[in-house]
């Protein structure tokens, strides 16, 4: 079983409107959670960092949350732009110098 | 700030040839680079994590003999495939990390091989 689950797999939604993505993980103890963005072809880009004491991080139309009792993780992305289709991936460090634990993403296709 | 770069993008070799891939941190000082392979609708897998001056630590299941890494200074590593082979064909994206306390890792652009 994989320790960082993403839902939905994929996502399609009408530009201008707001989504949520959702990602459970098992990782514990933990250092950070990560959000990032991929676009096709081209390497991840960070959009928010947590540390496992933190609730909420904004960055600009991306909200992330952070629910350490329930292991659960939001990104919530506002007023949605063409430009936001790409794979959105949720990745934890544990404690320690370990590498990251990925979860496999989540599609959002932004259409006109 | 942070600016993790690639060279070349994507490359087409000949089975039984080896690639040479590049990652350079531009803009710092990275202590750490990791490198990592993506196959199509899958998350990033760790190949290898790599210090300046030292060997490189591989994943299990990861062959170094393929794999090559070199970590010569602290802004260049690059991953040799060796003998490539069709099933070698993946997206390769290596990242750099400076530490501290978040230890935040920068990604590269990502390098499109594909073996014929």
């Known amino acids: 079983k994989n320790q960082v689950e993403q839902s939905p797999q994929s996502l399609i939604i009408l530009e201008g409107k707001n989504c949520t993505l959702q990602c459970n993980y098992t990782v514990s103890p933990f250092s950070n959670l990560r959000w990032y963005k991929q676009d096709t072809g081209r390497g991840p880009v960070s959009l928010t960092i947590?540390?496992?004491?933190?609730n909420t991080k904004s960055n600009g139309r991306y909200t992330a949350t952070l629910d350490a009792d329930t292991k659960q993780s939001s990104l919530h992305i506002t007023a949605s732009q063409l430009s936001d289709s790409a794979s959105y991936i949720c990745?934890?460090?544990?404690?320690?110098?370990?590498?990251?634990?990925f979860g496999k993403g989540t599609r959002l296709s932004v259409i006109a | 700030g942070a600016v993790v770069s690639q060279h070349p993008s994507w490359v087409i070799c000949k089975s039984g040839t080896s690639v040479k891939i590049e990652c350079r941190s531009l803009?710092?000082?990275?202590?750490?680079m990791f490198w990592y392979r993506q196959f199509p609708k899958q998350s990033l897998m760790l190949m290898a994590t790599s210090n300046e001056g030292s060997k490189a630590t591989y994943e299990q299941g990861v062959e170094k003999d393929k794999f090559l890494i070199n970590h010569a200074s602290l802004t260049l590593s690059t991953l040799t495939v060796t003998s490539a082979h069709p099933e070698d064909s993946s997206f390769y994206i290596c990242?750099?990390?400076?530490?501290?306390?978040?230890?935040?890792?920068?990604f590269g652009p990502g390098t499109r091989l594909t073996v014929l």
């Open positions: 990242s750099a990390s400076r530490g501290g306390q978040i230890n935040e890792q920068f």
């Open positions: 803009d710092f000082q990275a202590t750490t």
């Open positions: 990745v934890l460090r544990r404690v320690g110098n370990t590498p990251l634990v």
């Open positions: 947590m540390t496992f004491s933190e």
